[in-house]
């Protein structure tokens, strides 16, 4: 079984920052490319960044330069650090794995979602 656990939503003023954790654990035997996504009230869930194995990353443009993507392979927990954060920004953050799981195959798993919001 592999779990995807995020952490560090919280509430917080307009131009300020937070920094979202999520961990995977379990029987895993790899995992490819992890990434952040946002589902606001009446919206849609999209995509906001993702980096690969290799640590190549690409963010949705209303992010870029604010937003940054980080990973720890020897800790299977991939981070996102929201800078300069808007109310537009205000949605529940779920994190999304490629996983391998141990004598499996590949497939997505997802957090449960940290809610993000952003006061005006």
């Known amino acids: 079984q592999v779990q995807l656990v995020e952490s560090g939503g919280g509430l917080v003023q307009a131009g300020g920052s937070l920094r979202l954790s999520c961990a995977a654990s379990g029987s895993i035997f790899s995992i490819n490319d992890m990434g952040w996504y946002r589902q606001a009230p009446g919206k849609q869930r999209e995509l906001v960044a993702v980096i690969t194995s290799g640590g190549s990353t690409n963010y949705r443009d209303s992010v870029k330069g604010r937003f940054t993507i980080s990973r720890d392979n020897a800790k299977n927990t991939v981070y996102l650090e929201l800078n300069s954060l808007d109310p537009e920004d205000t949605a529940v953050y779920y994190c999304?794995?490629?996983?391998?799981?141990?004598?499996?195959?590949?497939?997505?798993?997802w957090g449960q979602g940290t809610q993000v919001t952003v006061s005006s």
């Open positions: 999304k794995a490629e996983v391998r799981p141990r004598g499996g195959f590949w497939r997505s798993y």
